[in-house]
Protein backbone atom coordinates (compact mmCIF):
# COMPACT_ATOMS: atom_id res chain seq x y z
CA UNK A 1 0.00 0.00 0.00
CA UNK A 2 1.35 3.47 -0.70
CA UNK A 3 3.30 4.77 1.79
CA UNK A 4 2.96 8.25 0.47
CA UNK A 5 -0.62 8.14 0.69
CA UNK A 6 -0.30 6.13 4.18
CA UNK A 7 0.91 9.46 5.38
CA UNK A 8 -1.85 11.42 4.23
CA UNK A 9 -4.70 9.51 4.83
CA UNK A 10 -3.41 7.11 7.28
CA UNK A 11 -7.37 6.22 8.68
CA UNK A 12 -7.92 4.03 4.81
CA UNK A 13 -4.93 1.71 6.38
CA UNK A 14 -6.33 1.71 9.80
CA UNK A 15 -9.44 0.41 8.43
CA UNK A 16 -8.03 -1.80 6.67
CA UNK A 17 -6.06 -3.80 9.63
CA UNK A 18 -2.94 -2.40 8.46
CA UNK A 19 -0.79 -2.08 5.14
CA UNK A 20 -0.07 -6.01 5.29
CA UNK A 21 -3.61 -6.91 5.61
CA UNK A 22 -4.67 -4.59 3.23
CA UNK A 23 -2.41 -6.14 0.89
CA UNK A 24 -3.92 -9.06 1.48
CA UNK A 25 -7.17 -8.09 1.12
CA UNK A 26 -6.04 -6.58 -2.45
CA UNK A 27 -4.57 -9.79 -3.62
CA UNK A 28 -7.92 -11.92 -3.24
CA UNK A 29 -10.36 -9.06 -4.17
CA UNK A 30 -8.54 -8.58 -7.31
CA UNK A 31 -8.53 -12.27 -8.03
CA UNK A 32 -12.39 -12.26 -7.36
CA UNK A 33 -12.47 -9.54 -9.81
CA UNK A 34 -10.58 -11.16 -12.72
CA UNK A 35 -12.81 -13.78 -12.31
CA UNK A 36 -15.97 -11.73 -12.51
CA UNK A 37 -14.40 -10.58 -15.68
CA UNK A 38 -13.77 -13.64 -17.27
CA UNK A 39 -17.37 -15.59 -16.15
CA UNK A 40 -19.46 -12.62 -17.65
CA UNK A 41 -17.04 -12.29 -20.89
CA UNK A 42 -17.71 -16.33 -21.01
CA UNK A 43 -21.49 -15.09 -20.46
CA UNK A 44 -21.59 -12.75 -23.21
CA UNK A 45 -20.00 -15.19 -25.77
CA UNK A 46 -22.86 -17.96 -24.71
CA UNK A 47 -25.43 -15.33 -26.04
CA UNK A 48 -24.01 -14.60 -28.73
CA UNK A 49 -20.73 -12.60 -29.00
CA UNK A 50 -21.20 -9.77 -31.97
CA UNK A 51 -25.06 -9.28 -31.16
CA UNK A 52 -24.57 -8.43 -27.33
CA UNK A 53 -21.20 -6.29 -28.70
CA UNK A 54 -23.79 -4.23 -30.91
CA UNK A 55 -25.96 -4.32 -28.21
CA UNK A 56 -23.35 -3.02 -25.78
CA UNK A 57 -22.38 -0.26 -27.83
CA UNK A 58 -25.33 0.99 -30.31
CA UNK A 59 -28.43 -0.41 -27.56
CA UNK A 60 -29.57 -2.36 -30.72
CA UNK A 61 -30.71 -5.75 -30.57
CA UNK A 62 -30.99 -7.88 -33.73
CA UNK A 63 -34.52 -9.37 -33.42
CA UNK A 64 -34.40 -13.46 -33.72
CA UNK A 65 -31.03 -14.17 -32.99
CA UNK A 66 -31.06 -14.24 -29.74
CA UNK A 67 -29.73 -17.56 -28.32
CA UNK A 68 -29.94 -16.81 -24.80
CA UNK B 1 -28.66 16.16 -39.49
CA UNK B 2 -31.42 16.34 -36.87
CA UNK B 3 -31.36 19.05 -34.88
CA UNK B 4 -30.54 17.25 -32.09
CA UNK B 5 -28.07 15.37 -33.52
CA UNK B 6 -25.96 18.95 -34.84
CA UNK B 7 -26.61 20.21 -31.37
CA UNK B 8 -24.59 16.63 -30.04
CA UNK B 9 -21.86 17.02 -32.64
CA UNK B 10 -21.35 20.45 -31.99
CA UNK B 11 -21.07 19.98 -27.82
CA UNK B 12 -18.50 17.06 -28.49
CA UNK B 13 -16.85 19.15 -30.66
CA UNK B 14 -16.22 22.13 -28.60
CA UNK B 15 -15.54 19.95 -25.35
CA UNK B 16 -12.95 17.62 -27.58
CA UNK B 17 -11.05 21.37 -28.30
CA UNK B 18 -11.34 22.70 -24.60
CA UNK B 19 -9.58 18.89 -23.97
CA UNK B 20 -7.10 19.21 -25.88
CA UNK B 21 -5.93 23.27 -25.08
CA UNK B 22 -6.60 22.13 -21.40
CA UNK B 23 -4.48 19.05 -21.28
CA UNK B 24 -1.53 21.67 -23.27
CA UNK B 25 -1.92 23.97 -20.38
CA UNK B 26 -1.83 21.55 -18.33
CA UNK B 27 1.51 20.21 -19.43
CA UNK B 28 3.07 23.57 -19.35
CA UNK B 29 1.74 23.87 -15.37
CA UNK B 30 2.88 20.87 -14.57
CA UNK B 31 6.54 21.48 -15.94
CA UNK B 32 6.51 24.34 -14.04
CA UNK B 33 5.58 23.38 -10.64
CA UNK B 34 7.72 20.35 -10.59
CA UNK B 35 4.90 17.68 -11.04
CA UNK B 36 6.50 15.66 -14.09
CA UNK B 37 8.76 12.71 -13.06
CA UNK B 38 12.18 12.28 -14.39
CA UNK B 39 10.67 9.14 -15.96
CA UNK B 40 7.73 10.60 -17.76
CA UNK B 41 8.47 9.16 -20.97
CA UNK B 42 7.81 4.94 -22.00
CA UNK B 43 5.33 3.06 -21.63
CA UNK B 44 4.28 3.53 -18.37
CA UNK B 45 5.00 7.20 -18.11
CA UNK B 46 1.77 8.70 -18.10
CA UNK B 47 1.12 6.60 -15.23
CA UNK B 48 3.98 7.45 -12.78
CA UNK B 49 3.34 11.12 -14.00
CA UNK B 50 -0.78 10.96 -12.78
CA UNK B 51 0.78 9.48 -10.10
CA UNK B 52 3.55 11.77 -8.84
CA UNK B 53 1.66 15.07 -9.71
CA UNK B 54 -1.28 13.73 -7.72
CA UNK B 55 0.81 13.00 -4.54
CA UNK B 56 2.55 16.17 -4.74
CA UNK B 57 -0.49 18.01 -4.68
CA UNK B 58 -2.31 16.11 -2.04
CA UNK B 59 0.95 14.67 0.20
CA UNK B 60 3.49 17.24 -0.35
CA UNK B 61 3.88 17.96 3.17
CA UNK B 62 2.57 15.25 4.75
CA UNK B 63 3.74 13.36 7.90
CA UNK B 64 4.66 9.56 7.45
CA UNK B 65 2.84 7.59 10.32
CA UNK B 66 5.27 7.05 13.30
CA UNK B 67 4.46 3.95 15.56
CA UNK B 68 4.53 3.11 19.53
CA UNK B 69 7.77 1.12 20.62
CA UNK B 70 5.76 -1.62 21.57
CA UNK B 71 4.80 -0.95 17.81
CA UNK B 72 8.72 -1.98 16.75
CA UNK B 73 9.11 -5.09 14.50
CA UNK B 74 10.60 -8.18 16.84
CA UNK B 75 12.86 -9.55 13.58
CA UNK B 76 13.26 -6.70 10.99
CA UNK B 77 14.06 -8.36 7.68
CA UNK B 78 17.36 -7.52 6.40
CA UNK B 79 16.94 -7.88 3.11
CA UNK B 80 20.22 -9.50 0.78
CA UNK B 81 22.59 -7.30 -0.01
CA UNK B 82 25.34 -8.16 -2.62
CA UNK B 83 28.49 -8.12 -1.54
CA UNK B 84 30.38 -5.58 -0.32
CA UNK B 85 33.89 -5.45 -1.85
CA UNK B 86 37.36 -4.80 -0.48
CA UNK B 87 37.05 -1.12 -0.04
CA UNK B 88 33.71 -1.56 2.02
CA UNK B 89 35.76 -4.72 4.33
CA UNK B 90 38.94 -1.89 4.85
CA UNK B 91 36.58 1.04 6.31
CA UNK B 92 34.58 -1.06 8.03
CA UNK B 93 37.92 -2.59 9.69
CA UNK B 94 38.82 1.02 10.73
CA UNK B 95 35.48 0.84 12.24
CA UNK B 96 34.11 3.42 9.32
CA UNK B 97 36.56 6.20 10.87
CA UNK B 98 37.02 7.01 7.24
CA UNK B 99 34.03 6.67 5.75
CA UNK B 100 33.13 10.14 3.87
CA UNK B 101 29.54 11.42 2.85
CA UNK B 102 30.77 13.79 0.14
CA UNK B 103 28.48 16.59 -0.62
CA UNK B 104 28.25 18.62 -4.06
CA UNK B 105 26.43 20.29 -7.21
CA UNK B 106 24.71 22.73 -6.17
CA UNK B 107 25.46 24.21 -3.09
CA UNK B 108 27.81 26.80 -1.72
CA UNK B 109 30.01 25.05 0.51
CA UNK B 110 30.86 21.55 -0.76
CA UNK B 111 32.51 19.23 1.94
CA UNK B 112 32.83 15.99 3.15
CA UNK B 113 31.29 14.55 6.08
CA UNK B 114 32.50 11.69 8.46
CA UNK B 115 30.08 10.09 10.23
CA UNK B 116 31.18 11.51 13.57
CA UNK B 117 30.63 14.77 12.38
CA UNK B 118 26.77 13.63 11.11
CA UNK B 119 26.27 12.42 14.83
CA UNK B 120 27.66 15.56 16.27
CA UNK B 121 24.57 17.21 14.03
CA UNK B 122 20.98 17.89 15.55
CA UNK B 123 19.26 14.26 15.38
CA UNK B 124 16.00 12.95 14.64
CA UNK B 125 14.52 10.07 15.96
CA UNK B 126 11.43 8.13 14.17
CA UNK B 127 9.55 4.81 14.72
CA UNK B 128 8.03 4.18 10.63
CA UNK B 129 7.36 1.51 8.73
CA UNK B 130 9.54 0.54 5.46
CA UNK B 131 7.83 -1.68 2.69
CA UNK B 132 9.50 -3.33 0.12
CA UNK B 133 8.15 -3.29 -3.47
CA UNK B 134 8.67 -7.27 -3.04
CA UNK B 135 6.16 -7.09 -0.04
CA UNK B 136 7.84 -7.53 3.24
CA UNK B 137 7.91 -4.66 5.02
CA UNK B 138 8.60 -3.83 9.37
CA UNK B 139 8.45 -1.20 11.88
CA UNK B 140 12.04 0.38 13.21
CA UNK B 141 12.77 3.02 15.03
CA UNK B 142 15.64 5.21 12.76
CA UNK B 143 17.77 7.39 14.45
CA UNK B 144 19.61 10.31 11.75
CA UNK B 145 20.51 13.58 11.10
CA UNK B 146 17.84 15.23 9.17
CA UNK B 147 18.84 15.90 5.47
CA UNK B 148 17.27 19.20 4.71
CA UNK B 149 19.82 20.42 8.09
CA UNK B 150 22.82 19.13 5.57
CA UNK B 151 21.20 20.86 2.80
CA UNK B 152 20.97 24.46 4.80
CA UNK B 153 24.49 23.29 5.99
CA UNK B 154 26.09 23.27 2.94
CA UNK B 155 23.92 26.43 1.39
CA UNK B 156 22.02 24.05 -1.02
CA UNK B 157 20.72 26.54 -3.87
CA UNK B 158 17.19 27.67 -4.02
CA UNK B 159 16.35 26.60 -7.08
CA UNK B 160 17.85 23.22 -6.89
CA UNK B 161 15.19 20.62 -7.67
CA UNK B 162 16.56 16.76 -6.67
CA UNK B 163 19.35 15.62 -4.56
CA UNK B 164 20.97 12.37 -6.13
CA UNK B 165 22.13 10.17 -3.78
CA UNK B 166 24.82 7.43 -3.83
CA UNK B 167 26.14 4.47 -2.38
CA UNK B 168 29.48 2.68 -2.45
CA UNK B 169 27.57 -0.26 -4.46
CA UNK B 170 27.83 1.65 -7.25
CA UNK B 171 24.42 0.01 -9.18
CA UNK B 172 22.25 1.43 -6.54
CA UNK B 173 21.88 5.38 -6.52
CA UNK B 174 18.67 7.42 -5.79
CA UNK B 175 17.38 10.90 -6.58
CA UNK B 176 14.54 12.58 -4.52
CA UNK B 177 12.92 16.05 -5.53
CA UNK B 178 13.00 18.65 -2.81
CA UNK B 179 9.39 18.01 -1.26
CA UNK B 180 11.15 14.91 -0.12
CA UNK B 181 14.73 15.91 0.48
CA UNK B 182 13.69 18.77 2.95
CA UNK B 183 10.91 16.80 4.33
CA UNK B 184 11.21 16.56 8.12
CA UNK B 185 11.66 12.94 8.43
CA UNK B 186 13.81 12.28 5.57
CA UNK B 187 16.93 11.30 7.57
CA UNK B 188 20.78 10.38 6.75
CA UNK B 189 20.34 7.65 9.46
CA UNK B 190 23.11 5.93 11.50
CA UNK B 191 21.38 4.40 14.36
CA UNK B 192 18.57 1.83 14.50
CA UNK B 193 16.61 0.70 17.26
CA UNK B 194 18.98 2.10 20.03
CA UNK B 195 21.63 0.80 18.65
CA UNK B 196 23.94 1.66 15.57
CA UNK B 197 22.91 0.73 12.30
CA UNK B 198 23.59 -2.48 11.43
CA UNK B 199 25.59 -3.01 8.09
CA UNK B 200 23.22 -5.88 7.17
CA UNK B 201 20.81 -2.80 7.29
CA UNK B 202 23.15 -0.13 5.64
CA UNK B 203 24.91 1.24 8.37
CA UNK B 204 27.28 3.29 8.65
CA UNK B 205 24.80 5.42 6.98
CA UNK B 206 21.60 5.05 5.09
CA UNK B 207 19.23 7.33 3.36
CA UNK B 208 15.91 7.16 5.41
CA UNK B 209 12.66 8.51 3.18
CA UNK B 210 9.86 7.05 4.90
CA UNK B 211 7.49 8.15 2.74
CA UNK B 212 8.60 6.10 -0.24
CA UNK B 213 9.08 2.60 -0.60
CA UNK B 214 12.06 0.51 0.29
CA UNK B 215 14.35 0.79 -2.57
CA UNK B 216 14.64 4.35 -2.14
CA UNK B 217 16.25 3.96 1.44
CA UNK B 218 19.21 3.74 -0.44
CA UNK B 219 21.99 1.93 1.83
CA UNK B 220 25.77 2.72 2.68
CA UNK B 221 25.72 6.43 0.77
CA UNK B 222 28.90 8.32 0.42
CA UNK B 223 27.72 10.98 -1.73
CA UNK B 224 25.06 13.40 -2.36
CA UNK B 225 24.61 15.85 -5.52
CA UNK B 226 22.32 18.77 -5.12
CA UNK B 227 21.44 19.24 -8.90
CA UNK B 228 18.41 21.08 -10.91
CA UNK B 229 18.26 18.38 -13.71
CA UNK B 230 18.89 14.73 -12.96
CA UNK B 231 19.26 14.01 -17.06
CA UNK B 232 22.86 14.11 -16.86
CA UNK B 233 22.89 10.78 -14.54
CA UNK B 234 23.08 7.56 -15.65
CA UNK B 235 20.46 6.63 -18.19
CA UNK B 236 18.60 9.93 -17.39
CA UNK B 237 15.78 8.74 -15.79
CA UNK B 238 16.47 10.27 -12.13
CA UNK B 239 17.66 6.78 -10.46
CA UNK B 240 19.05 3.62 -10.86
CA UNK B 241 15.10 2.54 -10.29
CA UNK B 242 13.59 3.09 -13.34
CA UNK B 243 16.93 1.85 -15.39
CA UNK B 244 15.46 -1.57 -13.98
CA UNK B 245 11.67 -0.91 -14.92
CA UNK B 246 10.59 0.57 -11.12
CA UNK B 247 9.13 3.93 -10.68
CA UNK B 248 11.52 6.64 -9.85
CA UNK B 249 8.55 7.87 -7.41
CA UNK B 250 8.19 5.12 -4.64
CA UNK B 251 5.64 6.85 -2.94
CA UNK B 252 3.34 4.48 -5.26
Known amino acids: ?68 | MTRMARRKFVTTGVVAAAGAAGLTGAAKLAEHYGLIPPDAGGVYGAGETLTYAAQRILTRHSMAREFAESQISKEPFANHVDPLGDEFKRLQNGGFAEWRLAVDGMVARPGAFSVAEIKSFPSSTQITHIACEEGWSYIAKWKGAPLSHILELVGAEAKARFVVYRSIQTDWWESIDMADARHPQTLVSYGMNDGEMPVAFGGPLRMRVPRQLGYKNVKYINRLTVTDNVKQFGEGLGSAAPEAGYAWYAGI
Not at chain 1, 11 to 22: D, E, K, R
Not at chain 1, 31 to 40: G, I, N, P, R, S
Not at chain 1, 42 to 49: D, K, Q, R, S, T
Open chain 1, 1 to 68: MSPAVASAAPLAVSILGGQQSARTLHFVVSVLLVLFVLVHVFMVILAGFRNRMTAMITGRVREGVEQA
